[in-house]
Each structure stands twice: as structure tokens, then as C-alpha cells.
């Protein structure tokens, strides 16, 4: 009798991931070598940003994505902070603000021009202070405008209005001890987190209650992770008490016992995990790794599906990972990481082979676009909502045209600061100081109509001055000719 392996069906069981060649990487880039776990990277579909060394401070790099090759030393960055920067994240319903979190103890949120850095940027749009001690986790709101969660060592969980510059909610009797990562749920009305005192959370901010606490979800003492999956199910990563790292899928309805547990290895590195709600996979990263393991996570025991595994050389320092808004649907690239070296950035795409040129609409459901769903007091005022989704099969033409159209109202311009976050000239940056050209407030009808202005006011100048050349040139023809 001959018994035959029987192969779980899946679309992704075949995606392998790839980097780009040398010429697409960006090179010489000095990444930060501050001993935080954060990923140290964040990028969306029209930059990169990564923390890097910086003497006298902390700073970080916003680069376009084309602008791959080598980086100038002397190329800008943003360095307003006076501690070294820990965290970055950009906002999800603006592709030119990213808010940063940094040892100087303050969260700034910063607009970023257009085409990118020209000069450094030292000028935050906002100053948030409230945290005691070093703000090292950075995260916005899913769904709502201009709401931002920051954590700090101070075991203190803030949530700020960024359009008003004030402290919405401050959590700072839940956490016991060091707070190793916050993640939002699908629509942003709960959050959970992972903590030094091996305890993951489910909490409701606006009401500061513990909705849920599962003590001791991984026993070693090493740092774990805890992320929301799209159907509210919670995923972490840790240790075991043998230090052997681990992944485990819970139910936040029952707590009592792991749904899926998984060991992996006995490496040191703390695992970063990137969810895809889109397809169900979850990429996990080892700081200090060479590799990436991914899983597809169903309904099905064991819930956790091993697919396959990309490995390199080189370890990585951080992580990036692009929105799948950015990706290029026309090749199946389901994800892409920007992998962080020593001294360079490398892209790596992860792409699901198949053989039609078609668009592939089971690979490629309505995804999480990037308009705001609510504004900050609908969600202070009790209301929540999912995503605002989009197609991506527009995206599915030649690059020229492929940028989604996103809205340019810039989430702070709505509203002034209520009052200067901190005192002294550096921080009477107002949103009002801000170029108008960087807010695109104004329609694309009062664009055309300045522009046709510049236009007549051009035509009369070149006529002024195709008259003066004439009578210039009739002048010099008596002058030859010897008429006075």
C-alpha cells in the first residue's frame, strides 16, 4: 500500500522573494546603530525614510523612492530631534507626513515637500510633549485622521490629536513595565500590546480598560511582539523559556490557551512580524538575520502554515515594508522589503509566479487606501469604521501613471496647534508657516487659474520686449550709418 503526501492548496505556496539589482539599492547609507528594536525604516509609495548616525543628535533620511545609487554624504535629513530618533511611521492618509519618536523624551511630526528633502529639514509641523522618558514606539490610527499613538519607557501609552497638537488619552497605569510594541486592530477601536512582563494586552483607549490580558504568552525573558490579524485575532512572537523563539496565534475571546504554537530556531534576534490582511500572510523577520520566513495564517488547524523562506548573506539591521498600494501589480508582487544593511538599503520583492499578463484579482483584493475613513472627533466621540477601500486594478498601467490619487489636504493643516508645544522660536513652527505650495488646499481649479495668469503676464512681457529690441535695433541701424 503506497501512501501519498497529501499538499495543502495555496496560491502563495511558490512566492519567492528577490532583491533588486545593485543599481536599485541605496547605497552608503550610514543606518542608525542605537540598540532599540524598532524596524528603522518605513517607506510608502513615494518615499524612504531610515534612521541613520547623526552626531549631536538624532536624524533621520527621506529619500524618493527613484532615487536609488549612491547617496551623497552631504545629502539632507530631517534632524530636528536632540536625542537619537527610535521610531518612525508615516501617516497612512498622507504620503509627506511621518511622525518620529526619539531618546529626547518628544514625538514631532513632519511634512516633507513634495520632491523631497532640497535643504535639512529642522522644523517639525508639530512638537507633542508629554512623555517622561524616551519615546521609542511610534504608530497612527488605521482609520482616523490626524490620531497618533506614541509609547514610551515611562510605561506610558499617549494618543495625541495631531491637528490640534493635543494629548487625547493618556494610559499610564497599564503597563507595568517596558512596553515592547503596540499594534492596531482592523478599524483602530482597540489595540494591543506586548510587555516586558511577558503579558500581552487587548485595550480599549478611549474607555483605558483591559479588554483582554494573557500573562506569560511566551516565557523567556527576550523581547516579544504582539500585531492584530484582519479578523481580530492576535499574533505574537517571542522566546521560550529555553530561548528558542517562537510564534503563536490566540483568540482574543480565549485567551486561556494558544490556538497555534510554533517553535522556530535558537537565534538571539528579536522576530519582526509584517502582516498582509489582504492574503493572510505574515512575513517574520529576525533582527540580525539573513532571512525572512513567511506563513500563511487560515481557519483551518493548524491555523499557522509554514510557505517557504528567502535567505541572503547579509544580516539585517531593520525592516521596511512597503503598502500594497505601491506595489507593482503587473509583475504579482505581493510584497516588497527594504532590507537594511550597514551601509545600504536593498529592496526585495516577493512575488506570487504566474503566467498570465492578466490583472490578478485573487491576488489582489480591494486593499486599505488612502483616505481617511473618520476624523479625529468622530473617533474621540465613539465612532469607528474599516478601511476605505480601493482597486488596485487601476494601478495596473505603465508607471507613468500609476500613482493612486491620493488626497493632498494635509491631515494638520485642518486646524492650528492650540497652543506651542514647547517655548522658544524653534517651535512657533505653526502649520501656517508651512509653504502653501506643500498643502495642496486649494483646488486644481485655483491651480490652473495661477497658472494661466503667469501665462498673460509672460505673453506682455515678451511683447514689451520684442518692442524694445526693435526700436534698440533701429537706433544702432542710424547710428552706422551715420544719422544722429
Known sequence: MSFRKVVRQSKFRHVFGQPVKNDQCYEDIRVSRVTWDSTFCAVNPKFLAVIVEAS?????????LSKTGRIDKAYPTVCGHTGPVLDIDWCPHNDEVIASGSEDCTVMVWQIPENGLTSPLTEPVVVLEGHTKRVGIITWHPTARNVLLSAGCDNVVLIWNVGTAEELYRLDSLHPDLIYNVSWNRNGSLFCSACKDKSVRIIDPRRGTLVAEREKAHEGARPMRAIFLADGKVFTTGFSRMSERQLALWDPENLEEPMALQELDSSNGALLPFYDPDTSVVYVCGKGDSSIRYFEITNEPPYIHFLNTFTSKEPQRGMGSMPKRGLEVSKCEIARFYKLH??????IVMTVPRKSDLFQDDLYPDTAGPEAA?????????????????????AYVPSKQRDLKVSRRNVLSDSRPASSSRPGPSTATTITDVPSGIFAGAGESGK????????????????????RISRLEEQLGRMENGDT
Request: proline share 5%; with cysteine.
Open 448 to 467: 490652473l487659474e495661477e497658472v494661466m495668469k503667469e501665462l498673460r503676464a509672460l505673453r506682455v512681457l515678451v511683447k514689451e520686449q520684442g518692442e
Open 374 to 394: 473618520l476624523e479625529a472627533e468622530d473617533w474621540v466621540s465613539g465612532q469607528d469604521a474599516d478601511p476605505i477601500l480601493i482597486s488596485l486594478r487601476e
Open 342 to 347: 550597514e551601509r545600504k538599503c536593498e529592496p
Open 56 to 64: 549631536g543628535g538624532g536624524a533621520f533620511m527621506v529619500l524618493p
